[in-house]
């Protein structure tokens, strides 16, 4: 991605076009701006600054990407810094403590998108293929934001126009059923991928692509044929999007520590990725690390430099004992995922003390650590177990992806973890296993669980509260619903 003060005259456009976007506390706000659309969108530069700033507005919403798909789950805990309760990792969400922000910022994106796919047509580009480009991933970036929100929250107002000016009518809509939106986020990828000029990624992989985008088809396909009883059709259709995604340029590095290696962003097994630079944001998510005050003196010199320097962590989320305890010593994922710090006691005696994540975990410049990352989206990896999960879901055999996967993860200790297919049930758990395994900590792990119909079962604070199937989706703040007044909240809340 540019840097933001090469584009920033036409971020400030995004922005403009933004505070006019979804909530209605903005009824009172006249935006200003040296840029107005009627002086801005009449080159190809147009388009391409207001293309980055796009993608600027979606790494606002990189926190909550992590805390909805992830948190929730039976994958984490408190760690040693903070005190009172966390609503996410214990599902005691409520109206008044979502555990997340609103869902603003994301509708700030799409209205970004929803401009670029308005005025984008009526500019000269150099060639169709660099519009065309442009609109795809507009379409692209539409579909995904709404993935993410339609899981989230279940039934959406829909936008397909860019919101410029602050009437009611227009600010204030009430929610379309979540049948509807998927039938939006399926037409806009078909188009997306029907616009893309080729197969090719950008540099760094940060922007929306044909591969990037098929992946996004398969996940969307897996989900409506589990939860809106697709069925069959949908699966297969998830199983040729993986297919797709198999022809491109994407492979599995040999070494699983390499892909979030910071000093290899954007490598081979990537298909999207959050771009992060020094001094173009904050840090990112995975800064949940460790404060320094809560680092303690006796540990072993391995842990200290791993740890050291902290950087602006504050350890308030760990990866808890239930999930460490499922990677097995063989499994080279374990010591590339987290890192387990104890104590010693003069008499040489360990105790337990912590863990951090190593996915992610930024670059150490000038004595600081910088939690500058890519976010990823999707890779290679992830692909193939969706592949795996639609073959099963179709009664065919997913040893092979399976085998793919474990052979990375185990190296020399592969023969001893070879998969054998068995019946749908035995191979569906599996998959969720692998993906946990392959997976942690990259914002999955409640989505599988939900799609997977195992979240009731796996995570130990919702065994008791099995049936309440209002829990799967979050509730809508009670900010939110005092500023949006013809928004009701989700049953159960």
């Keep these: 991605m540019k840097n933001i003060m090469k584009i920033l005259p036409h971020i400030l456009l995004c922005f403009?076009?933004?505070?006019?976007?979804?909530?209605?506390?903005?009824?009172?706000?006249?935006?200003?701006?040296?840029?107005?659309?009627?002086?801005f969108w009449k080159t190809e530069d147009d388009a391409s600054g207001a293309l980055n700033g796009m993608y600027v507005l979606l790494r606002n919403t990189e926190n909550d990407l992590y805390?909805?798909?992830?948190?929730?789950?039976?994958?984490?805990?408190?760690?040693?810094?903070?005190?009172?309760?966390?609503?996410?990792?214990?599902?005691?969400l409520t109206p008044d403590n979502t555990g997340v922000g609103s869902w603003t910022e994301y509708y700030s994106v799409?209205?970004?998108?929803?401009?670029?796919?308005?005025?984008?047509?009526?500019?000269?580009?150099?060639?169709?293929d660099a519009k065309n480009a442009v609109l795809a991933q507009a379409y692209a970036m539409r579909a995904f934001v709404y993935f993410v929100m339609a899981r989230t929250w279940g039934d959406l107002v829909l936008r397909t126009d860019p919101t410029e000016g602050t009437d009611p009518?227009?600010?204030?809509?009430?929610?379309?059923?979540?049948?509807?939106?998927?039938?939006?986020?399926?037409?806009?990828?078909?188009?997306?991928?029907?616009?893309?000029?080729?197969?090719?990624?950008?540099?760094g992989r940060g922007n929306w692509s044909k591969p990037a985008?098929?992946?996004?088809?398969?996940?969307?396909?897996?989900?409506?044929?589990?939860?809106?009883?697709?069925?069959?059709?949908?699966?297969?259709?998830?199983?040729?999007?993986?297919?797709?995604?198999?022809?491109?340029?994407v492979t599995l590095?040999?070494?699983?520590?390499?892909?979030?290696?910071?000093?290899?962003?954007?490598?081979?097994?990537?298909?999207?990725?959050?771009?992060?630079?020094?001094?173009?944001?904050?840090?990112?998510?995975?800064?949940?690390?460790?404060?320094?005050?809560?680092?303690?003196?006796?540990i072993t010199q391995q842990a200290k430099d791993i740890l050291l320097p902290v950087g602006g962590g504050q350890g308030l989320m760990v990866v808890t004992a239930l999930v460490r305890n499922q990677f097995t010593k063989d499994d080279s994922r374990r010591n590339a995922t987290f890192f387990e710090v104890y104590t010693h006691d003069?008499?040489?005696?360990?105790?337990?003390?912590?863990?951090?994540?190593?996915?992610?975990?930024?670059?150490?410049?000038?004595?600081?650590?910088?939690?500058?990352?890519?976010?990823?989206?999707?890779?290679?990896?992830?692909?193939?177990?969706?592949?795996?999960?639609?073959?099963?879901?179709?009664g065919q055999d997913p040893a092979a992806e399976i085998n793919m996967i474990r052979k990375r993860a185990y190296g020399s200790s592969y023969s001893s973890h070879v998969f054998v297919s068995g019946n749908k049930d035995f191979n569906d758990e599996m998959i969720l296993k692998e993906r946990l395994l392959e997976?942690?900590?990259?914002?999955?792990?409640?989505?599988?669980?939900?799609?997977?119909?195992?979240?009731?079962?796996?995570?130990?604070?919702?065994?008791?509260?099995?049936?309440?199937?209002?829990?799967?989706?979050?509730?809508?703040s009670t900010a939110m619903l005092s500023l949006e007044p013809k928004i009701s909240q989700n049953p159960g809340y």
């Design 16 to 39: 403009a076009l933004v505070f006019t976007s979804c909530n209605n506390t903005l009824n009172e706000i006249k935006p200003k701006s040296v840029i107005t659309t009627a002086s």
């Design 67 to 92: 805390m909805e798909g992830e948190e929730r789950s039976e994958a984490f805990e408190g760690g040693v810094y903070g005190g009172g309760t966390y609503n996410l990792y214990l599902n005691a």
């Design 110 to 128: 799409i209205n970004a998108a929803n401009a670029l796919l308005k005025y984008v047509p009526d500019i000269s580009f150099s060639s169709d």
């Design 169 to 203: 009518s227009v600010t204030q809509k009430e929610r379309s059923p979540v049948a509807d939106v998927f039938t939006l986020i399926k037409s806009d990828i078909d188009e997306a991928i029907k616009l893309f000029p080729n197969d090719n990624f950008e540099a």
């Design 213 to 249: 985008t098929y992946a996004l088809k398969a996940d969307v396909y897996l989900w409506t044929g589990k939860k809106l009883n697709g069925g069959s059709a949908d699966f297969q259709t998830a199983l040729d999007a993986c297919n797709e995604v198999q022809k491109s340029d």
């Design 253 to 298: 590095l040999p070494n699983f520590a390499d892909v979030f290696d910071f000093n290899n962003k954007g490598n081979d097994e990537i298909l999207m990725a959050i771009k992060y630079n020094q001094l173009e944001a904050s840090n990112g998510y995975w800064h949940n690390w460790i404060i320094g005050s809560a680092v303690p003196s006796n």
């Design 346 to 394: 003069d008499s040489g005696d360990s105790t337990y003390y912590t863990n951090v994540c190593l996915k992610g975990r930024g670059e150490v410049t000038g004595g600081n650590r910088i939690f500058d990352s890519d976010y990823i989206l999707y890779r290679y990896a992830d692909v193939v177990l969706m592949k795996a999960e639609a073959e099963n879901a179709l």
């Design 439 to 476: 997976l942690l900590n990259e914002g999955k792990r409640w989505w599988d669980l939900v799609r997977f119909g195992k979240a009731f079962d796996l995570v130990p604070n919702l065994q008791s509260r099995a049936g309440q199937d209002y829990l799967l989706l979050f509730p809508i």
